[in-house]
């Protein structure tokens, strides 16, 4: 497959600088794209490559053209227009319609006539998988789980009993949506169960990273909104709310009936407390530890980076001294007022 | 199946307010309960809730009773009281006896009488699988594995060889018990692998949740205590032990070799070092860092929660300063001496 | 099957001290061994049982063997040497040749002839899988994955399409390797996808932990050099490579396009941002947070260990006063000059 410039420019509505019929035919880095591979530059410290860049032609933001003598395809929005120009180039392989003969099927699963189900899956009792759907080698997709058309579970996932996927939803392998909440009660030391009857919602357009862990409600339902995308490794509690388009980056934990808005952006490795609110437009960056509702939209942080590990000890030592200093400095200004 | 509050009481041992004849079907939230739903108040957060519940009937703790005009259940702990009342009106459901035809069995397996064994399972030889116990489907039982009378292995769990899973134990999808610790030896600067030879002890009555790793002990045994509660993606390292009914939330790290006491709750996303011992009845809060022993029961927390960004970046800088503070503040001490 | 200690010693390149003929069956720790178990010292915290130890014989460092009386193996590295001890006593056990009639494998994928392929599996058109390879229950190879010789993927393992595995790997059950990165572009609001088309290539004798996730790159691949170790539940994003001979422990997440470097040892839930670089030879303590390069080889910490929870409140609101204080100190400064 190959495509011109013009093709291009016109799927993500950019103009071509230099020859509108350069053919392209995959993709490339600014480094390693060759004279085929249509390039781009959204991240300003990959600005130094462009002078050396072989690739056939790259695509830039408007205003960052300057200077840059191979073909180009000037855009608003640099990442969104590759992103764009990428999956003209590289749809999602559509897996082939059909039930593989290695899979099990329960009798009273309700398939649409062209999903595809492929080696070694489960499919219990009730569920009900639409139109264009696709359940990958080894997932396990149990009771009354309803999944929406074109959506493409990959394989080793696991959707427990009654969870609901919307359409066009991506579920990467390793992906467990619907165990139960950690719901416990402690009896006199001992805890016992508190069952986990809510489902998971899964809302159009979300993407799910791999071994990703979303709990069903304790009561009422976990539910992620529409367009929502959640990285690798992330874990979500019983009754957690997620808005739409909201995204997360890997390896956050968000703790139980905590909401989060819409809009917002999470950074990697952050961890949510239990039983709060986030509201819409909040970014965290990562490893953010947060502990209390934030009812304003913004940027909040927390966390102090590594330095040497000689300092950092010392820098330890001083904080645990630190009430000790407020009291000394509150001492001199007293004796100095005296 | 319906419930009369007279028998929901006399099952939690509570005492009814309200009329003793009225009937529940379910269990619901505060604010969604209806008619036929029970619902309860364990946390004061939601007493705000409760003039306006639609609840058929509510459980709550003695002293909490005032002012309520609908149906009461009165408990001496109302979240306790709830667990009891929702475990009888929604059992765990009891997966029909059988060995699925798609399932692997090996034939040196023994398995007692009326056990589950889901589709696409491999169970391998010499593993031994007690009467009542269930295999969830495209789960893998590797040889000489042990499961207790009445255990729940769920979806897609990893049991590798020689591990033992006691009585009532429930395994949450994805989980992987038994895989080699981290190991490595490193011979003039390439790493080499260090057999992991133990074995990874489960108790009785432990839950573990979806996609928690346990890894083998190196030489002895990794061993997780009676009634230990686990929740999502915890990671445990070789050869560490936990003590009886102690509670680890979501996305915890604990390194191998490390020892943990009795009645312990570990806040999620807490990270503890390797070869270290925290006693009985240690609480630590989310995100905390250990790195030394614990030696005596309390509540011990770290991490600095979020601010605005513009403020932490601040204060990252000042804390970078704070050893030249102290010093300008002895200076400060000692001229004012002078 | 038994070895004398002069049989070990001679493997292990060391010298019995006491009886060389002494058979040794298995390994125990120096608490726990019997007669007839070979132990080691390598961690001077457990020194103290060397007096009481009933092992039958035990490895330890020149220097370290003063006023012990059982039977010794004395060698440069008592780490080493007991790898490489065990090693010999416990090899790693080989999976039967042969495709198990459960399993799944395209016609078009090519299989050499010893290679053991275990119930469930699902392997996919063009798959290629060397001499010596194993392929665990449950696990799904997809589409155009090539794994060399001797290699062994445990169960549940998913490899996506076009990855390519070393010689002498082990991945562990539950990993996830080649899945989609997380590229997604923010179109007016809304998250597009950004097609991830490059691959994950994992180098000889590497060795991959329980649950672990490693993405496929976006454009270029994703690299994970020679003999890199990495724990349980690691998160590596898109386009990030490892350089040869580092180790990283359990919980770390690295996000994307970040290049680390060879001999590099990552503590346990470090956080790693995206495109930055670490030279070779870094040492990172558990729970760092990695904000910027590291261009110098050294040991860097970052983290406030814990402390009892009234203190932590404490010191959290001095932390937060740092700024104030530090303009009262200057305030002091200035009024003390004058």
Redo the contacts between chains.
């Keep these: 497959m190959s495509w011109t410039l013009a093709q291009i420019a016109e799927h993500v509505n950019g103009q071509v600088v230099g020859d509108p019929d350069y053919t392209i035919r ?4 600014l480094t ?1 794209a060759g004279p085929e591979d249509l390039s781009f530059l959204a ?1 300003n ?1 990959y600005r130094k490559f462009l002078a050396s860049t072989s690739a056939g032609a790259v695509i830039v933001a408007a205003g960052a053209e300057a200077d840059i003598t191979t073909n180009l395809i000037v855009v608003e ?1 640099a ?2 227009a ?3 120009a ?2 003209l ?2 749809p ?1 392989p559509k897996a082939a319609a059909g039930i ?1 003969p ?1 899979a ?1 099927v329960h009798p009273e699963a309700r398939l649409a006539d062209n999903v595809s189900i ?5 499919i ?1 009792r009730g569920a009900v998988i639409a139109d264009g759907a696709s359940i ?5 997709i ?1 009771a009354d789980v309803s999944i929406g058309r074109d959506s493409v579970i ?3 996932v ?1 959707l ?1 009993r009654e969870v609901q996927v919307g359409e066009r939803v ?1 579920i ?3 992906v ?1 949506i619907g ?2 909440g ?6 006199q ?7 986990q ?1 809510g489902r998971v919602i899964i809302g159009d357009d979300v ?1 799910i ?3 990703t ?1 979303i ?1 069903r409600g304790a ?2 339902d976990t539910i992620i909104g529409q ?1 929502v ?1 959640l ?3 992330i ?1 979500i ?1 019983h009754n957690v709310t997620i808005g739409d ?1 909201t ?1 997360i ?3 956050v ?1 968000i ?1 139980g009936s905590t909401h989060i808005g819409s ?1 917002c952006a999470i950074g ?2 952050t ?1 949510i ?1 239990g ?1 709060i609110e986030i509201t819409d437009g909040v970014q ?9 509702s ?1 009812t304003e939209a ?12 000689r300092q ?5 030592i ?6 000790k ?2 009291e ?2 509150t001492l ?2 007293k ?2 007022k005296d």
Excluded at 118 to 122: D, F, G, I, L
Excluded at 136 to 140: L, W
Excluded at 189 to 195: C, D, E, S
Excluded at 312 to 316: E, G, L, R, T
Aim: neutral net charge.
């Design positions: 995959s993709v490339g880095t390693h991240n410290k929005d990442y969104v590759y992103a764009q990428a999956s180039m590289y999602i593989h290695s099990w492929a080696a070694q899956v489960t219990d990958g080698p080894g997932s396990v149990e990959k394989a080793n696991t427990c991506v990467h392998p390793g467990v165990a139960d950690f719901g416990i009660a402690n009896n030391g001992r805890w016992i169960k508190v069952p009857v993407e990273g791999a071994n862990t709990d009561i009422d367009g995308k990285d690798n490794q874990q509690g388009h995204v980056a890997g390896c934990g703790a809009h990697g490795g961890g407390a039983h965290l960056t990562g490893m953010s530890m947060v502990t209390k934030i913004g940027v909040y942080s927390s966390g102090i980076p590594i330095e040497p590990a950092w000890h010392k820098n330890v001083r904080y645990r001294q630190m009430d200093l407020f000394r400095v001199l200004e004796r100095l």
